[in-house]
């Protein structure tokens, strides 16, 4: 199996990275040692250095981090369940709306089993050295997580116990 | 919340602006969004937030300090907040109150302390 830097090696645009990571349904190594060969993948074509940052690369390069993590949590769950987180980290605006179409059991039972797997990629982000590859996850699953509390948040309003 | 806070989110990101501003409403704030140092100073001015959340890493390396030092000069007394994927380090380099800031959170951000102070803010 191709490691996450392979595959971006061979993949450099994100639509075809995002492709080709979506089509492995989470089964990849993604522990500090993948991380950070992604990383350094990614900064080979990506350039980094005090006084130059690229915007633009930088959000490909929170982009990157995001798919892989998001492939990496929902990987136990149903499709429908997929389909809401997926919807949700794309648009949290949505998660009102969204989250009516489930029972607060599922959601509740859903959203622990996603923190679950969220806490494992951060307890692996936490091994990668200070430097530009570390933030550049963690700025990559800030939003995921944040979209995680509005989550536990609307749980919560449902009655539920998050 | 009768009368809802305006807080300003600064953050070249906008995803992480979007469920900033997702999260801060669903609580009864009012969230508006610049994407860079430069732009947040723009609306710091024309919105008068009272509550500004900051990135550190935008156009510049230290873009959210400079933004700060400006905001600052203009009100002194606004609370402004770092948020940062770098904020553990920065707070332990250089002081978050040497770069203009009243706090910092590291992300990903401690919703639960966040709003807890932002609530506090809210109600002095």
Redesign the interface.
């Known amino acids: 199996m191709p490691t996450l830097g392979e595959i971006f090696d061979r993949n450099p645009e994100p639509d075809a990275f995002r492709a080709s990571v979506e089509s492995l349904n989470g089964d990849f190594p993604f522990d500090t040692a993948a991380m950070i060969a992604l990383g350094e993948a990614y900064f080979r074509r990506h350039p980094d250095s005090?006084h130059d940052?690229d915007?633009a690369s930088?959000?490909i390069g929170?982009g990157l981090v995001?798919v892989c993590a998001v492939e990496r949590i929902l990987r136990n769950l149903s499709p429908s369940s997929r389909a809401f987180f997926r919807a949700v980290f794309k648009?949290?605006?949505k998660?009102?709306p969204l989250a009516e179409r489930f029972s607060k059991e599922i959601l509740s039972a859903d959203l622990a089993a996603v923190e679950a797997e969220m806490t494992g990629v951060?307890q692996e982000i936490e091994g990668i050295p200070?430097g530009p590859i570390k933030?550049r996850f963690?700025?990559g699953?800030?939003?995921l997580?944040?979209?995680l509390?509005?989550v536990r948040?609307q749980v919560k309003k449902m009655g539920g116990n998050p | 919340m009768a009368d809802p806070k305006k807080v300003l989110i600064i953050d070249?990101?906008p995803?992480?602006c979007?469920?900033?501003?997702?999260?801060l409403e669903?609580v009864g704030f009012h969230a508006d969004i610049a994407y860079s140092g430069k732009d947040g100073v723009a609306a710091f001015r024309r919105i008068k937030p009272d509550i500004v959340l900051c990135d550190m890493?935008?156009?510049?390396?230290d873009a959210g300090a400079k933004a700060a030092r400006l905001m600052r000069q203009d009100r002194p007394t606004v609370p402004i907040f770092l948020l940062s994927?770098?904020g553990d380090?920065t707070a332990e380099t250089v002081g978050f109150g040497n770069l203009g800031f009243s706090g910092i959170f590291q992300?990903?951000?401690n919703?639960d302390l966040l709003l807890a102070v932002m609530g506090r803010l809210a109600k002095s």
């Open positions: 005090s940052r915007r930088v959000l929170y995001r648009d949290p605006a998660v009102g951060r200070k933030e963690v700025g699953i800030s939003h997580c944040t979209v509390y509005l948040m | 070249d990101d995803a992480i979007d469920s900033v501003r997702a999260v669903s890493m935008m156009e510049d390396l994927s770098i380090a992300k990903p951000v919703f």
